[in-house]
């Protein structure tokens, strides 16, 4: 019955509401030969996403046209969202949408410096709140263009190519560039759309977020039982002391760690994604099947801070121990450089000028540095669900929406993928050591 009303809801009110909020389209126009899908592989840990199309034509007949679209709701339970911090995550990702990229588009169009804003799928309708019509539950609604037409397709699964990751660098650099500018400009919107995220911590008072909690310990875990079966693989002293110093300022919750990364400050904090990488980005390829565009979603994690949480996760997450020695240096010096030629773009302004000082190059590696390690623990618990077989990350998904405290949850995070992941995970923070990065941990 409650299947039957959020049907009823997708493929009759929800066009009509996608109708009326879209400027270009005739609020009175005609809607027929609606069809909705829900297919399996897009389905999300905590959303589901359907595929819904209809035609449309104006009263007038002057426009006629089939909408192919993708509707993203919540899933679950009341007391699976709240531990999720559901509610949070979907608001902000909605305001992301129906709020920022529009002042970000308005201030790439004022400035004319010839920057596209076309980082994601068009929004047809993004509503958040309680829909009597749909559910009893506070639900968010997003129906953002289904690109898969226009040839935008997914990456690989695990092992991005440079040119992917080249492509992710200078996507964001230009979109983060949207807030230094603002900042630079004292422009006032800027305060007005940070105060509209609803601040998503891992720590709030005596509570956590519960799954990170929960997850950053399993993922940690994992690591320390390996590499105290397996000591052999700390092959350096400074390595040794950088994973024991982790272990002992952080031990089982690495949580606190992740609530200090995630500090706001006056110079580098950006407006986020949140949660950039590969299953939450799709390229389009040209004849030779070379990336040559990308378009970014679910925003659902975004947050005002440090812009390096929207690098060292996919980095460290998509790059193979022969890509991350190649080519690391390059792909941060990529993005620094479309990060300031961006900045010169929309403030109009030459490569030298003092505004742009706080963002020189060494200031940012410096940065960089010290909050690199956000990239390492979300790879710790996340590689082994992208490298482990179908039928294991499945039984995850299950546990997660289920009860993420079950034992069963905690033994299959341990196991899943065997010793291919385990390594992988060691030659993570083997990198990370040679980085400099655990100087953080240090202080």
Same mark, same amino acid.
């Given at each position: ?12 009110e929800? $066009?009509?509401?996608?109708? /009326?909020?879209?400027?270009?389209l ?37 426009d ?36 920022v990229l529009?002042v ?18 068009k929004?047809? =309708? ?5 829909l ?30 440079? #040119? ?20 630079i ?5 800027? /305060? ?6 609803? $601040? ?5 008072? #005596? ?14 875990d ?16 400074? =390595? ?22 995630i ?6 904090s ?29 925003? /659902? ?14 980095m ?31 403030? /109009? ?18 940065? =960089? ?57 060691v ?17």
């Amino acid at each position: 019955m409650e299947n039957q009303r959020k049907t009823t809801f997708l493929t009759t009110e929800l $066009p009509r509401k996608i109708l /009326q909020e879209t400027p270009e389209l005739d609020g009175d126009g005609i809607v027929s030969d609606v069809k909705l899908a829900t297919p399996d592989h897009l389905d999300g840990f905590m959303s589901t996403i359907h595929k819904l199309s209809f035609r449309y034509q104006r009263q007038d007949g002057s426009d006629e046209r089939t909408l192919n679209l993708m509707v993203k709701v919540m899933k679950g339970s009341d007391e699976f969202r709240e531990s999720s911090l559901g509610k949070i995550q979907f608001t902000n990702e909605i305001y992301i949408y129906t709020k920022v990229l529009p002042v970000f588009q308005q201030l790439l169009a004022e400035a004319d410096c010839g920057l596209s804003a076309d980082w994601c799928p068009k929004m047809y =309708f993004g509503a958040s709140g309680h829909l009597p019509s749909y559910s009893d539950q506070y639900e968010t609604i997003l129906v953002l263009e289904d690109i898969s037409p226009l040839g935008y397709v997914a990456g690989p699964r695990l092992d991005l190519e440079e #040119d992917h990751l080249r492509l992710m660098v200078r996507n964001i650099a230009s979109f983060h560039a949207c807030t230094y500018a603002m900042r630079i400009r004292k422009d006032r919107r800027l /305060q007005a759309l940070i105060d509209g995220i609803v $601040p998503l911590e891992f720590i709030f008072g #005596d509570k956590t977020f519960v799954s990170y909690d929960v997850l950053f310990k399993l993922g940690v875990d994992r690591l320390y039982r390996y590499l105290d079966a397996h000591p052999e693989q700390l092959d350096t002293g400074s =390595f040794k002391a950088d994973f024991e110093g982790f272990r002992k300022t952080y031990g089982a919750t690495p949580i606190r760690l992740m609530q200090d990364l995630i500090k706001r400050d006056e110079v580098y904090s950006v407006i986020l994604h949140g949660d950039y990488n590969r299953n939450n980005v799709l390229f389009r390829l040209d004849a030779a099947g070379k990336p040559t565009a990308l378009k970014m979603f679910d925003f /659902q994690e975004n947050r005002y801070a440090t812009p390096v949480i929207d690098l060292t996760f996919f980095m460290y997450m998509s790059m193979t121990e022969e890509l991350r020695e190649r080519c690391w240096d390059d792909l941060i010096v990529e993005y620094h450089q479309t990060l300031l030629n961006s900045l010169v773009a929309i403030l /109009q302004v030459k490569q030298d000028d003092p505004a742009l000082d706080p963002y020189r190059y060494e200031a940012f590696l410096d940065h =960089f540095k010290r909050h690199a390690l956000y990239g390492v623990v979300v790879t710790l618990h996340f590689l082994p669900w992208m490298m482990c077989p179908e039928d294991e990350c499945e039984q995850l998904s299950h546990h997660f929406a289920r009860d993420i405290n079950s034992q069963e949850m905690a033994h299959l995070t341990r196991v899943c993928g065997g010793e291919e992941v385990d390594k992988r995970l060691v030659g993570v923070l083997r990198h990370a050591s040679s980085k400099g990065y655990f100087s953080y941990t240090k202080k």
